[in-house]
């Protein structure tokens, strides 16, 4: 989609791939979030009458409904999508390393999956160093704990027993953005947090893989 794309190598993966990706996802949470915005505001107009969206006031707190409920659909669904888009970048370095150094060996032949699979591919195989073992790398699987309780247990927070899942509440403190004892809510902030966090992990990737090559990142605008 963007108006100009080299060589797709390693070397040019950040500049040219994944900080592109990164300004689309910004680009999609502005409009996710402006979409909640006027929602928002369409219901204020209109809830004094006794229905809004097919709902109405006698079965349903409307004002939770549309003040929260909803808008937290929402970027939970934002969330999965960004969340794509991160597995999707990893993938595409895994490709590339395999295409340009001749590996035999497939990103898709390592066990496990998303952005743990394509990461051990990054150290195992590429040679990159110091993924794993950062501040950066902490977070993302915290918010991966996150997005599988959204993804496969429709963002319930308490098992069949009624409990709490284990290390969920203290998982969705540590990110912040998020509430909720039964189900998680996702609040303004949150997805523009999970943006940034990808970022910098994308970045701490690019200095792994100039550092590999031997030569220095380029200088170049990129988002901070």
Known sequence: MALYTPKKVVLNWYQYDASLSIDLMVSFVSAIEKQAVESIANYKQRRSVEAHGGLDHETWDLNSIFGEYFPSLQRRSAFLTVWSFLEHQLDQLCLFYQSEKGFGLSF??????????????????????????????????????????????????????????????????????????????????FLSKVVDVCNDYFKLIEKAIHASEGVSVPHYPRRT
């Open 108 to 189: 898709m032949d390592l066990s496990g999956k998303g952005i743990d699979r394509s990461t051990s591919y990054l150290e195992k195989v590429a040679g990159l160093k110091g993924l794993k073992n950062t501040q950066q790398w902490d977070v993302l699987k915290t918010l991966q704990r996150i997005r599988n309780v959204i993804a496969h247990d429709d963002g319930k927070l308490r098992d069949r027993l009624g409990k709490h899942k284990d290390g969920i509440p203290t998982a969705m403190k540590k990110i912040g953005y998020l509430s909720g004892d039964d189900e998680i809510v996702v609040a303004e902030g």
